[in-house]
């Protein structure tokens, strides 16, 4: 994964790349020959809020409860059964039939929700990138899977969003944008073939809309959206909130269970 994207380096009024030190176009700071490293990686905002997650995650200092007496003491700290160890043993085995679960489980303990915010707090982790192509090779009925397909989706608007805010020219950001932004769609798509979360994969596919800069469409199909789902509502006053049409959001906010919370949700990550 890309960590933190790369300071732009000036010569006279010439940008060079910050790979190779080539020169690169105006406003870029990737030339042509090194573009391609950017769009292979899978890029998201570092938005990790505490880094020892990944520490336990990976299961490098996991505390396993030793019971009984022991010459190590009464904490072993090692490798346990976290939910990184178990993705990956499961990836592994032979019988995969639990996988939408653990994968369902996971993805949900990293903060992606259902309903796309662009709010998300996800930290890095080095197993994502391999995570995001699992529906291209494998497909499972059901709506547990289908919920791992919205989440997969998610992270893919959220990459596809982030990516085209970085210096890479704007031809670049756009064909880097529109490449993820499609995977994340056809996600939504075959999730929204559940009745259950039909509604869920409409609402997220508006926000990418939205983040496309489609506004008038995410508004239309969000309001449409709206009149079932609560999910919907908070997702339209984030689209208000951004269009700085915040009267109007605080009139959606107001009638929301949680009027604070939706509050802090849509002001924060604001474009």
Same mark, same amino acid.
Request: net charge negative.
């Given at each position: ?35 391609? #490293? $950017?769009?292979? %990686?899978?890029?998201? *905002? ?25 010459? @190590?003491?009464? $904490?072993?700290?090692? #490798? ?11 990836? @592994?085995?032979?019988? *995969? ?7 369902? @489980? ?25 995570? $995001?192509?699992?529906? %291209? ?32 020219? %704007? ?11 499609? #995977? ?8 929204? *073939? ?43 006053? #984030? ?27 849509? *002001?924060?990550?604001?474009?």
């Amino acid at each position: 994964m890309i960590n933190h994207p790369a300071a732009i380096i000036l010569i006279g009024m010439r940008m060079v790349c910050t790979f190779c030190g080539a020169p690169s176009l105006e406003g870029a700071m990737v030339c042509a020959a090194c573009l391609e #490293k $950017v769009y292979g %990686e899978f890029y998201i *905002r570092e938005w990790a809020m505490d880094p020892r997650s990944d520490l336990r995650s990976l299961g490098s200092r996991s505390a396993c409860l030793r019971i009984g007496p022991s010459s @190590q003491g009464e $904490v072993l700290l090692s #490798k346990g059964s976290d939910p990184y160890l178990l993705m990956e043993k499961t990836l @592994q085995a032979e019988d *995969r039939s639990h996988l939408p679960t653990v994968l369902d @489980q996971y993805l949900s303990g990293l903060g992606v929700d259902l309903c796309l915010m662009g709010d998300e707090q996800i930290p890095d982790r080095p197993m994502l990138k391999e995570l $995001v192509t699992l529906p %291209e090779s494998m497909d499972y009925p059901g709506e547990r899977w289908a919920k791992v397909l919205i989440r997969i989706g998610n992270l893919m608007a959220i990459s596809a969003r982030d990516i085209s805010r970085l210096p890479l020219g %704007e031809d670049a950001r756009r064909e880097a944008f529109r490449e993820r932004a499609g #995977k994340a769609a056809d996600l939504y798509r075959r999730a929204g *073939r559940i009745a259950e979360l039909e509604g869920t994969a409409r609402g997220n596919l508006a926000m990418l809309r939205h983040w496309a800069g489609n506004h008038q469409a995410a508004m239309e199909e969000l309001r449409s959206v709206s009149a079932s789902s609560d999910d919907a509502k908070l997702q339209l006053a #984030k689209v208000l909130w951004d269009l700085g049409r915040e009267e109007e959001a605080v009139v959606i906010i107001s009638q929301s269970p949680d009027p604070e919370g939706a509050t802090i949700r849509i *002001r924060r990550g604001c474009q």
